[in-house]
């Protein structure tokens, strides 16, 4: 098992409702990526945090944001929830530097499910 | 950008045999390919991984080869047992992209 963590595991939510997933990285880890798996899919990357600041994104509307701390563990914030978002919402760690891609290490995630 | 494809969608094998499963990418500058299994309700697993400098690499029962001229990579799975039933994902990274692209998966079942 990787030392990468989240919370919640589960949540429910409804159409239009804010919310908050959190991570936290591997120990020597400096960088935080974020994925969303749908069902039978594979993850798709969201967007990447790097020394508190976001180093990359994907094909995600604004309304998804993030938040990386000084302790390098990480916030997923999502707003104006839909339907579409249920999925499960993983967060990857690895260390070194920006630009130089490392192993990503994933957490256990954080299933969404949007009523 | 980058699209990665995997095949076959599902495989199923007798225990002993071997599991192959194929992944193309599409941008010639992806120099990190990563292998994760992902049981389920679980965490996706690296499994192994290949940088563009090496043809191919070997873990006990696990191989993973790299061909950039045709632009593919296979997993390779010896004698197979139960453990190995899970949903295998190819990814494919471009250095300084900062992002794992993933295949499909392949959902391998080892029938004893």
Known sequence: ETGVTQSPTHLIKT??????????????????????????????????YYREEENGRG????????????????????????????????????PGLAGVLK????GPGTRLLVL | GENVEQHPSTLSVQEGDSAVIK??????????FPWYKQELGKRPQLIIDIRS????KKDQRI???????????SLHITETQPEDSAVYFC???IQGAQKLVFGQGTRLTINP
């Open chain 1, 15 to 48: 159409r239009g409702q804010q919310v908050t997933l959190r991570c936290s990285s591997q120990s020597g880890h400096n960088t935080v990526s974020w994925y969303q798996q749908a069902l039978g899919q594979g993850p798709q990357f969201i967007f990447q």
């Open chain 1, 59 to 94: 094909n995600f509307p604004p309304r998804f944001s993030g938040l990386q701390f000084p302790n390098y563990s990480s916030e997923l914030n999502v707003n104006a929830l839909e339907l579409d978002d249920s999925a499960l919402y993983l967060c990857a760690s690895s």
């Open chain 1, 103 to 106: 192993t990503q290490y994933f």
């Open chain 2, 23 to 32: 992944c193309t990418y599409s941008d010639s500058a992806s120099n990190y």
């Open chain 2, 53 to 56: 400098n090496v043809g191919e």
């Open chain 2, 63 to 73: 191989a993973v080869t790299l061909n950039k001229t045709a632009k593919h990579f």
């Open chain 2, 91 to 93: 990814a494919a990274s």
